[in-house]
């Protein structure tokens, strides 16, 4: 599968600034990279999929606004918590489709954002 | 909605007890993955299974694809602490992004 580089791993910022979370993909040039949320012993949620050289497509319940994506390139999408509150805080995770067929799906490290 | 519902939810057994865990869901899945997570890192593949009724083996880990693929089941034998953390089961569709059972947490003790 594809290399998935995510950076910060983690970051606390104060409440009402503004934080980027950065997802490379090192050795596969991805069209389309997804962003998950986890909370607390919980699972996955989908948030958005970044597509590259257009507009993301969000989850229901997803504010635009508030989460902006940019794709700008095939191998780095970016993830921007606007304004954050501390209830935004979370573990962010990204994710590359790196291949066909079924499977291929790698997955960043994290980030842990922690507003206070 | 596709949803996968993962059971158990938690899990705490001694070592070298076997185990399974079920996911199942309503939906067909063109494949289905298993992931292990630990905390404060990215889910890791374990596996993915793609054809009706297939079976695949992964050292003391056995997995299971539904025949309608609608389900799957991970079995564990002879559990060891080193087991530990959370296991999602996930399923694909098309080329969309991956749905996520709900999660097994496991806890092996010593």
């Known amino acids: 599968g594809a290399v998935v580089s995510q950076h910060p791993s983690r970051v606390i910022c104060k409440s009402g600034t503004s934080v980027k979370i950065e997802c490379r993909s090192l050795?596969?040039?991805?069209?389309?990279m997804f962003w998950y949320r986890q909370f607390p012993k919980q699972s996955l949620m989908l948030m958005a999929t970044?597509?590259?050289?257009?507009?993301?497509?969000?989850e229901q319940g997803v504010e635009k606004d508030k989460f902006l994506i940019n794709h700008a390139s095939l191998t780095l999408s970016t993830l921007t918590v606007t304004s954050a509150h501390p209830e935004d805080s979370s573990f962010y995770i990204c994710?590359?489709?790196?291949?066909?067929?079924?499977?291929?799906?790698?997955f960043g490290s994290g980030t842990r954002l922690t507003v206070v | 909605t596709q949803l996968l519902e993962q059971s158990p939810q938690f899990l705490s057994i001694q070592e070298g007890e076997n185990l399974t865990v079920y996911c199942n869901s309503s939906?067909?899945?063109?494949?289905l993955q298993w992931y292990r997570q630990e905390p404060g890192e990215g889910p890791v593949l374990l596996v993915t299974v793609v054809t009706g009724g297939e079976v695949k083996k992964l050292k003391r880990l056995t997995f299971q694809f539904g025949d309608a693929r609608k389900d799957s089941s991970l079995h564990i034998t002879a559990a060891q602490p080193g087991d530990t953390g959370l296991y999602l089961c996930?399923?694909?569709?098309?080329?969309?992004?991956?749905?996520f059972g709900s999660g097994t947490r496991l806890q092996v003790q010593p």
């Open positions: 970044s597509n590259e050289g257009s507009k993301a497509t969000y």
């Open positions: 996930a399923g694909e569709a098309g080329r969309r992004a991956l749905t």
């Open positions: 939906s067909v899945f063109s494949s």
């Open positions: 994710s590359v489709r790196g291949r066909q067929g079924a499977g291929g799906y790698t």
């Open positions: 050795d596969f040039q991805a069209t389309t």
